[in-house]
């Protein structure tokens, strides 16, 4: 499947695999960019299928084929000592990938991530949200990145209409409820950072999101939500910058 992906790449050193969420890919290209120039590492940013205008072959319907795709994808580029970094459902991803123990990846670093089932802390049901409520939902200062439809072309109204069909069909209710349980198999360094006012998926169901994983560590980021890379990304790349396995090379 990984003949599917299209992806960008900038910097060098150290490679970083970089998952976008549900925001699709354009809510990483800047922080793309600002972790290359202040970590100095190679940020490779792939686009998931059916994501971006981008075609979704119709066997390629899960989490766990994508994390599948992007472990071949690592194979392609014969990359070693990876860092692997997802958003929500990029963190779901990034997950998964490290389930398989591929000794290509040597971290991960999961942000505010869905995925799990926690007790009495839901993922919030997304495709119940109009477009503004995702913004309240997913920032810490809505009415800064607050989008309004009727403004956009049509062109940007359906590649955002694309990302949502492609969402339901990878993530459905955004939890798998065999994940849980299963984080006890990840083996590599784990860094798992959460934005304070992050109302998808709130900081206690990121707290147990690291409690499940042996040795993670949980860091908490101050005036920030559900995307720290648009909203507070300097905060982000210091964050992960300290990561030890992403100057591993």
């Known amino acids: 499947m990984s003949e599917n992906i299209t992806f960008t790449e900038r910097g060098t050193g150290s490679p970083v695999l970089l998952l976008h969420g549900g925001a699709g890919p354009q809510s990483v290209t800047s922080f793309?960019?600002?972790?290359?120039?202040?970590?100095?590492?190679?940020?490779i940013t792939p686009t998931h299928p059916g994501f971006g205008?981008?075609?979704?072959?119709?066997?390629l319907d899960s989490v766990t084929g994508l994390a599948d795709a992007y472990l071949g994808l690592l194979d392609d580029l014969d990359l070693h000592d990876?860092?692997?970094?997802?958003?929500?459902?990029?963190?779901?991803?990034?997950?998964?990938?490290?389930?398989?123990?591929?000794?290509r990846v040597t971290g991960i670093v999961l942000v505010d991530a869905v995925g799990i089932e926690v007790s009495g802390h839901p993922v919030v049901d997304f495709f119940s949200l109009t477009l503004p409520q995702v913004a309240d939902y997913s920032f810490f200062e809505p009415d800064k990145f607050r989008i309004d439809p009727s403004t956009l072309p049509p062109e940007a109204l359906a590649v955002g209409a694309a990302n949502r069909a492609a969402l339901a069909v990878y993530g459905g209710g955004m939890v798998d409820p065999t994940l849980?349980?299963?984080?006890?198999?990840?083996?590599?360094?784990?860094?798992?950072?959460?934005?304070?006012a992050d109302r998808i998926a709130d900081a206690d169901y990121g707290?147990?999101?690291?409690?499940?994983?042996?040795?993670?560590?949980?860091?908490?980021?101050?005036?920030?939500?559900h995307v720290p890379q648009i909203e507070t990304p300097e905060l982000l790349a210091a964050t992960i910058g300290e990561f030890a396995p992403l100057h591993a090379a």
């Open 82 to 103: 990876v860092t692997v970094i997802g958003n929500s459902i990029g963190g779901w991803i990034t997950a998964e990938l490290a389930l398989r123990h591929s000794p």
């Open 180 to 196: 849980l349980g299963r984080l006890a198999g990840i083996d590599v360094p784990t860094l798992v950072i959460w934005g304070e």
């Open 32 to 43: 793309a960019d600002l972790l290359a120039e202040t970590a100095h590492v190679r940020v």
């Open 53 to 59: 205008g981008t075609e979704r072959p119709e066997e």
């Open 207 to 225: 707290r147990a999101l690291a409690a499940a994983i042996p040795g993670a560590r949980f860091e908490l980021l101050a005036g920030t939500g």
